[in-house]
């Protein structure tokens, strides 16, 4: 087994996986330039560990944890270290999940399959309406992108595979035209029974003042976009996720905090 080329632990985190508590792993490395990527510093670099140091983490925090979840940098640009670590995951009894920008679907289809059960839950970036591949390159700088997706998100309906579907929203790039776009692509691509968390974005984390503090979406106005997505599609569970109040759950009407 090759070395993992890590980017950070969080040893215990209750805010990555509602319901569960999780040790998290960044792994370094992806394929796109988001403009307002907060984990630049995981883009490239190498750090390099042996995968009895991750086993050995795990170990030591398994009696708090319920599961493990995985994110990057991009987690399956590092197929093998991914696998590796959640069979030790599933050795320990954990959950495994996945945040991911969908890029490389062939990876993610052969790993969600269900006889292999390596993977409960992924996480899923919606960058950008998926019926918008222009908008989805000039923020991923990174052509296709957006068609990657529509094949990961197939990919993973027909594993049957718990999704949780995230888009990180920032006014003048994705704001109510592009969430009420996406909502509607989510129902049409047959995913409207999944959560849908709308992410504050936190432009004191993106590199260069490439994103400005009018650019943040405040509590209410994450509100008002949720219920923009329940009137643009029929989503089940759309949700707001802020740095203050962590995630809530949008009622129409209404919202229950998590």
């Not at 990527?37 to 925090?61: D, M, R």
Request: charged share 30%; with cysteine.
């Amino acid at each position: 087994m090759a070395t993992i080329n890590l980017g950070g632990i969080v040893p215990v985190s209750t805010i990555d996986w509602r319901g569960k508590t999780a040790m998290v792993l960044f792994l370094r490395g992806c394929p796109l330039r988001c403009l307002y990527c907060q984990n630049y510093n995981l883009l490239e670099g190498q750090s390099h560990v042996e995968l009895e140091e991750i086993e050995s983490e795990i170990e030591k925090t398994n009696v708090f944890i319920d599961a493990v979840v995985l994110t990057g940098g991009e987690p399956f640009m590092q197929p093998e270290a991914l696998e590796a670590i959640a069979q030790i995951a599933k050795r320990h009894a954990l959950s495994v999940g996945v945040q991911t920008n969908g890029f490389y679907t062939e990876i993610i289809k052969s790993m969600v399959n269900e006889d292999r059960g390596l993977i409960d839950k992924i996480f899923l970036d919606i960058k950008a309406p998926l019926s918008d591949a222009r908008l989805y390159e000039r923020l991923t700088r990174v052509s296709g992108v957006a068609e990657q997706v529509r094949n990961t998100l197939e990919a993973c309906t027909q594993a049957k595979i718990d999704l949780e579907l995230v888009t990180t929203v920032f006014k003048h790039l994705v704001g109510a035209e592009e969430v009420k776009r996406i909502a509607r692509d989510i129902e049409a691509a047959g995913v409207a029974c999944y959560p849908y968390v709308l992410q504050q974005g936190r432009p004191e984390h993106v590199p260069g003042n490439l994103i400005k503090r009018d650019d943040l979406f405040t509590r209410e106005e994450l509100r008002e976009l949720a219920a923009d997505a329940y009137l643009a599609a029929d989503l089940k569970d759309v949700r707001i996720r802020t740095k203050e109040h962590g995630e809530e759950v949008i009622e129409r009407g209404g919202y229950d905090k998590w």
